[in-house]
């Protein structure tokens, strides 16, 4: 049996003020060191040997913050990047609205994860990219639990290809900062073992 533990990274300073956060390389605030010390505490029993991350630092210093216990380095990988949304990034939630109406409506219709972001990615060249990395990590024989670090977009596709679901159905998974989510691989199938666990402290992210 293999496991997967899927760790979305800490509050960063885009998510505290709302502004909508693709590939901005945005630090983790003062809340968000908190919250991956405490994901990290709450983490340390679960026997890892490994931690792959987005490169992006405020998952990176998340994955840090869990793999440091244990002396182990954090591989990065950047299949695991959070979704492109070219030209809303940094923009606030408001005036994203505002100036993609068109590109919001889409993405929460019935095929969202096929829109397009102006200039950047859809949901589908997200799984695209890295489905095939997650699951060739975890169908390779392994010595004990590996912790992914990445993002909200990411997890969902991730989600949907574990769980075999319509990529389209993104929706149905709610993702909060520095929450874990547990699958195992048995016998070629993917189960769900815990999900959206929070780390303790409160959420205070908003979304598009």
């Known amino acids: 049996m293999t496991r997967l533990i899927l760790v979305r990274h800490a509050e960063s300073v ?8 693709g590939r901005g390389d945005s630090a983790l605030t003062g809340h968000g060191w908190r919250q991956a010390m405490a994901v990290a505490d709450l983490l340390r029993g679960e026997g890892f040997y490994r931690v792959v991350s987005s490169p992006l630092q405020r998952a990176r210093r998340t994955a840090e913050a869990i793999a440091a216990p244990r002396g182990i380095v954090v591989q990065r990988e950047e299949a695991l990047i959070e979704l492109d949304i ?12 505002e100036r993609f109406p068109e590109v919001i409506a889409g993405w929460w219709g019935d095929a969202g994860a096929d829109v397009r972001m102006p200039g950047g ?39 949907c290809g574990a769980l075999q679901h319509s990529l389209h159905d993104f929706r149905r998974f709610e993702v909060g900062l520095a929450a874990h989510t547990i699958l195992t691989l048995r016998v070629g199938r993917w189960q769900l073992h815990r999900f959206n666990v929070s780390c303790g402290f409160p959420p205070t992210d908003r979304r598009i």
Do not use: C, K, Q
């Not at 885009?14 to 956060?21: H, I, P, T, V």
């Not at 070219?86 to 609205?97: F, H, N, Q, V």
């Open 86 to 97: 070219g030209a809303m990034e940094g923009l606030p939630y408001d005036e994203a609205r």
């Open 121 to 159: 990615e859809s949901l589908s060249d997200v799984h695209a990219r890295a489905w095939p990395l997650v699951d060739g990590l975890f169908r390779a024989p392994a010595p004990g639990p590996i912790v992914v670090v990445t993002h909200n977009w990411v997890i969902r596709a991730i989600l």
């Open 14 to 21: 885009a998510n505290r003020d709302r502004r909508a956060l």
